[in-house]
């Protein structure tokens, strides 16, 4: 079947989902509420932003048991409908080491909206990384400004903070720590590059 078929079909099983997604290699895929949804590609910035997130997540979780992951790994919730592809995410939970389809336990995750996606991203998308009680810390890369926004789990509340060009960001569930401009490294917000000789 399809991708466009089964959009047209209705809600579809996790197991369906993962099957599909796996014949699939081009395209990624989330399940959104049992409903397929094929993922936009994004822009030359889009694609460094979220290989700079990951490979500053893989650089600093090396010595601790703690995995990065970029965006081709799936996060499964528990109700089975959902199923998502942040760009980048860690997890330090020992249930997801040798997972072999879905990460079930993030501690973080990273996206980064594009223009078309930001409204999913930002919505429905952030109410479901919420949802995941694993989940303490939610990143947010901006494409069109040179902004970082984060959201820290709380007792009893999420808290959200903006970052901008000369802020340091600290991830205290997986002991990250980067700058603003690490994450916009060798994209058009960067100044630096490429470097004048």
Sequence with gaps: MQPCELEQQGPIRLEEFLTLAENDPENRYELVDGRLSLVERGSPDHSIIGANIGCIFREQTRKRPCIAYNSTARIALEDEKNC???????????????????????????????????????GIKADKYQCIPSIQEILFIDTQFMRVQLWQRQPDCWTMRNFVQGDTIELRCAGIRFTVEEAYEKTTFDETFPAKE
Aim: proline share 13%; with cysteine.
């Design 84 to 122: 998502l592809c942040p760009n980048a995410s860690v997890s330090c939970d020992p249930r997801d080491y040798q997972a072999l389809k879905i990460v079930r336990y993030p501690c973080v995750v990273a996206e980064v909206p594009s223009p078309g996606t930001k409204a999913l991203d930002r």
